[in-house]
Nanobody
Framework: VQLQASGGGLVQAGDSLRLSCAASGRTFDNYAMGWFRQAPGKEPEFVAASDWRGGNTAYADSVKGRFTISRDNAKSTVYLQMNSLKPEDTAVYYC?????????????????WGQGTLVTVSS
């Protein structure tokens, strides 16, 4: 499956942004989807994940209550709605997909990765 992330940009602290990740090549609703991010000079970290229907989701503590992952299987797209953005949310955000429905917080679970989209939050 091919993944194309988009929606990044430069925003101010407190603003909102919605990232999208469009999938192609395979049946989208066979896949769990995840969002990860990597800030400059830091290790990649888990952000959010969704099972194949979107009924089960998981979030990193740092984004819980501010970010929401959702998916539209008819459009083969997963979204990450980011509200109340903080400068520490600045990172390249990556979407990922895998047929596994377990261990979704771990990057090694995912087989397919998008190219990343940069989110910059100014203070």
């Amino acid at each position: 499956v091919q993944l194309q992330a988009s929606g990044g940009g430069l925003v101010q602290a407190g603003d909102s942004l919605r990232l999208s990740c469009a999938a192609s090549g395979r049946t989208f609703d066979n896949y769990a989807m995840g969002w990860f991010r990597q800030a400059p000079g830091k290790e990649p970290e888990f952000v959010a994940a969704s099972d194949w229907r979107g009924g089960n989701t998981a979030y990193a503590d740092s984004v819980k209550g501010r970010f929401t992952i959702s998916r539209d299987n008819a459009k083969s797209t997963v979204y990450l709605q980011m509200n109340s953005l903080k400068p520490e949310d600045t990172a390249v955000y990556y979407c990922a997909a895998d047929e596994s429905m377990i261990h979704l917080r771990h990057g090694v679970t995912y087989t397919y990765w998008g190219q990343g989209t940069l989110v910059t939050v100014s203070s």
